[in-house]
T-cell receptor, first 117, second 114 residues
Framework: GAGVSQSPSNKVTEKGKDVELRCDPISGHTALYWYRQSLGQGLEFLIYFQGNSAPDKSGLPSDRFSAERTGGSVSTLTIQRTQQEDSAVYLC???????????????FGQGTRLTVV | AQSVTQLGSHVSVSEGALVLLRCNYSSSVPPYLFWYVQYPNQGLQLLLKYTSAATLVKGINGFEAEFKKSETSFHLTKPSAHMSDAAEYFCAVSDGTSYGKLTFGQGTILTVHP
């Protein structure tokens, strides 16, 4: 596709339920990142994929959070037993591999707004 | 470890006035620095980035930023504000050793009034 696509755009779930958030990166982008944007915490890094591997998952807040990437493309972020503090906008970004080469950049999706009630 | 401080959570300017959004960083290694803009209900868009090639970096939409190592600053400026510049702006830093792992500031909401 033309840009990073995330689905759903909005998700309301009951406390204790599991949710899956999907990210379709730009075709050919090898690197994929998940961030969380919340009122109290700002923008936080969650996890980074290079291909299907996650060399850095240091930002995942608890073991209720997990993510996978298949085929070097689509990624799913799963939150188990959701809590109210999980309410936030979850942003996905992709890039060719490095943000630090002048001609590349990370492109962000519009995010999934998760509300836990 | 890196950190970013954006001075002023809200900045208000008149259309045509200078825009100055402040960012100070902390990094134990030479940093890579970024400015992103976020319009309502949209993702982040890269405005510009500093990767040690030049201290004055020009970005999109007429924005530029200057890296000042002695002041540990990377302030964002635009000579003349436009109504369409109203958005939230984020400064971010990375140490360059971990792809895409950015530490963001808390953001500055820019309001432009006629």
């Amino acid at each position: 596709g033309a840009g990073v696509s995330q689905s759903p755009s909005n998700k309301v779930t009951e406390k204790g339920k599991d949710v899956e958030l999907r990210c379709d990166p730009i075709s050919g982008h090898t690197a994929l990142y998940w961030y969380r944007q919340s009122l109290g915490q700002g923008l936080e890094f969650l996890i980074y994929f290079q291909g299907n591997s996650a060399p850095d998952k240091s930002g995942l807040p608890s073991d209720r959070f997990s993510a996978e990437r298949t085929g070097g493309s689509v990624s799913t972020l799963t939150i188990q037993r959701t809590q109210q503090e999980d309410s936030a906008v979850y942003l996905c970004a992709s890039s060719f591999g490095s943000l630090f080469v002048v001609e590349t950049e990370a492109f962000f999706g519009q995010g999934t707004r998760l509300t836990v009630v | 470890a890196q950190s970013v401080t954006q001075l002023g959570s809200h900045v208000s300017v008149s259309e045509g006035a200078l825009v100055l959004l402040r960012c100070n960083y902390s990094s134990s290694v030479p940093p890579y620095l970024f400015w992103y803009v976020q319009y309502p209900n949209q993702g982040l868009q890269l405005l510009l980035k500093y990767t040690s090639a030049a201290t004055l970096v020009k970005g999109i939409n007429g924005f530029e930023a200057e890296f000042k190592k002695s002041e540990t600053s990377f302030h964002l400026t635009k000579p003349s504000a436009h109504m369409s510049d109203a958005a939230e702006y984020f400064c971010a830093v990375s140490d360059g050793t971990s792809y895409g792992k950015l530490t963001f500031g808390q953001g500055t909401i820019l309001t432009v009034h006629p």
